[in-house]
């Protein structure tokens, strides 16, 4: 049976680490690990991905370019010239099944932050559009007049909560969303925004002991303000990921 042949045979996917055992297949990095190496089957694949591993490789060392070894964001491996898998279909993918909320269930290293770096890096006001030259985003032209670098964008990855404690947890999260707010101090000083409404984002720049503060209240509603906030800047619905 295949399935038994198979059993020995482990895959685990990795779109931004890569490895000295690693092998390209399709469009993941893989790592194999073959624990019966007399198996005919499994020895003929482990030849197969051997033989798409090398091919890759030296397209990508003819055309000098690096892997981009713990790299999750997008613009750095862009503009560094690291090897990159096209995956900016996802763009239109989302717009045509357009959502208010849009879940992505993977598991660890799978290439979400990676993925979620490139929709800030498509969507933001301000963006460079020649990050996705050759990209097959850019083949779109009526999709990106109509989206590329149209919206504020506030992007949050809570990877690297990892707390041993709630408050602990809680203070990393403050962090992250202090960090991400102070992006925009221009909202100080917008001629759209209050008086009452330039203080609320005041509320994120708070700093104690070296370090951004907020009350639990503030905590719970920072996101919805820090949104209002920009849509009312800019005219424009907020993109949150």
Known sequence: MLAERLRDLSVFGNE????ADNLLLGQFNVKIKL??????LAGRLHSCLKVQFLERSVNCMRK???????IESFEEIRKN???YIDKTELIEQLLQGWGKVNLFTRPRRFGKTLNMSMLKSFFEIGMEPSLFDGLSISQKEEL??????????IFLSLKDVGALSYEDAVDALVQ?????AGRFP???????LSET???QYRGFTIIRDGKYWMDGGFLVSSLKVLSRLLFKHYDQKVIIL
């Open 144 to 153: 990106c007049e109509m989206h590329m670098g149209k919206y504020p964008v």
């Open 64 to 70: 000098n370019l690096m892997l981009p070894v713990g």
């Open 176 to 180: 992250i969303i202090g960090s991400e």
């Open 186 to 192: 221009f909202l100080l000083n917008s001629g759209k």
């Open 81 to 83: 010239k690291f090897y």
């Open 16 to 19: 931004s680490g890569f490895y």
């Open 35 to 40: 624990y019966q190496w007399n198996d005919t």
């Open 197 to 199: 409404e330039k203080e």
